[in-house]
């Protein structure tokens, strides 16, 4: 799939560029894996959310693919208003403002499209995608809803019945699971490169291929070993994406971190492309031919593995450090919802031009 349409309309006050990419980051299984193993990680290393998290995996799963299944549906601009949310074209930066530009842009969507008009003009400053600052908004909805929960308990419930602190964490249990989906993104090597299919390198079709055919193929068994990939690199991604932690963990951090965890799967193309070139293409024209799936996807089984260990780090860090750190869980267990938001209302991007 390609991305369509390039332009500008104007929403009652809300400025909307019209660059959305129709492609859908690791499809189902893939964003429901990154979501639930993140639920997983959270649990094992804080044992008192464990009661939280455990459960609600599924939920977390649903609501990670709401992005795809529902978003781009319902933004009332046919995909193109949700789309930018899901990339960011660190090619198009990097060759704008210099290889290292990730580590100076600055932290609004605003300041760096301004900051790439300098370069590259509005048109196609506005074209770079958004998913760091997709990720910040979430971020800080989640927290907003968490942070203020002294202690929750009850027992079997709607979320739409309940109030005070399980009404605050039913909602923000939504928001975690939506940043999900915009973390695991953020992981998928050909959402951070404007050559999002490979077609400038006789790849075309790679994306659908490795991020969704792949997975498919080589699940069951496939989440096991993400998990275990998580456990085995979890300090090294730590040290190279967080430095000294998330002790003061904020907004401003989750999207610096989001801007390295982007950079770091740009420099996943090209172990990508290779194996495709070397192991899976059979033939590039009249057009280009790949293995079965099932012969060509165990190629590529060890860079799944990778990168959806990132998402799911990378997930699972946000959320701890959302999560409030004195809550009383000592009955969290008995706090039990029997229902999660189906249908919930288009989630209009926060830092678009007003």
């Known amino acids: ?13 809300l400025a909307i560029f019209l660059f959305a990419p129709s492609v859908l980051a690791w499809g189902p299984l893939g964003h429901r894996m990154v979501a639930e193993t993140a639920a997983i990680l959270v649990a094992d290393d804080l044992p008192e959310w464990a009661p ?17 299944s529902l978003f781009k549906h319902t933004d009332g601009h046919e ?17 704008a403002l210099g290889p290292h530009a990730l580590y100076n842009l600055p932290a609004t969507y605003t300041d760096a499209v301004k900051r790439l008009n300098e370069k590259l003009g509005k048109a196609e400053a506005t074209k770079i995608g958004s998913s760091p ?37 039913y909602q923000g249990l939504y928001f975690l699971g939506l940043m999900s989906h915009y973390t695991g993104d953020a992981t998928m090597p050909y959402h951070a490169t404007s050559d999002w ?42 040290s190279e994406w967080l430095g000294s932690g998330t002790k003061s963990f904020n907004e401003e951090s989750a999207i610096k971190v989001a801007f390295a965890v982007f950079l770091d799967s740009k420099e996943a193309i090209d172990s990508v492309s290779k194996v495709d070139r070397e192991k899976v293409i059979l033939a590039v024209e009249p057009k280009v031919k790949r293995r079965d799936d ?16 990132k998402g799911a780090f990378f997930t699972a860090t946000l ?12 009955h969290a267990a008995s706090l039990q919802f029997i229902n999660y938001l189906a249908n919930p209302s288009y989630l209009v991007p926060d830092y678009l031009d007003n």
């Open 1 to 13: 799939m390609g991305r369509v349409g390039n332009g500008f309309i104007k929403c009652g006050a």
């Open 52 to 68: 939280l998290f455990g459960p609600y995996r599924t939920s977390l799963g649903i609501y990670a693919n709401l992005p795809d």
């Open 197 to 238: 299919d490979g077609l400038l390198k006789q790849e075309q079709g790679i994306h659908f291929y490795f991020e969704n055919n792949c997975v498919n193929v080589l699940e069951p068994g496939l989440s096991s070993d993400v998990r275990d990939a998580v456990r085995r690199n979890q300090k090294k991604w730590s």
């Open 319 to 330: 959320w701890k450090a959302a999560l409030p750190k004195k809550a009383n869980l000592a």
């Open 133 to 169: 600052w997709r990720i910040k908004q979430l971020f800080k909805l989640a927290q907003a809803k968490m942070v203020g929960i002294q202690e929750l308990s009850g027992r079997y419930q709607t979320g739409e019945a309940s109030t005070g602190d399980a009404a605050d964490f």
């Open 79 to 95: 995909g193109q208003l949700e789309g930018p949310t899901h990339y960011l074209d660190v090619d198009v930066i990097q060759g």
């Open 294 to 309: 099932r012969e060509g996807c165990i190629f590529f089984r060890p860079i799944l593995v990778e990168q959806l260990a």
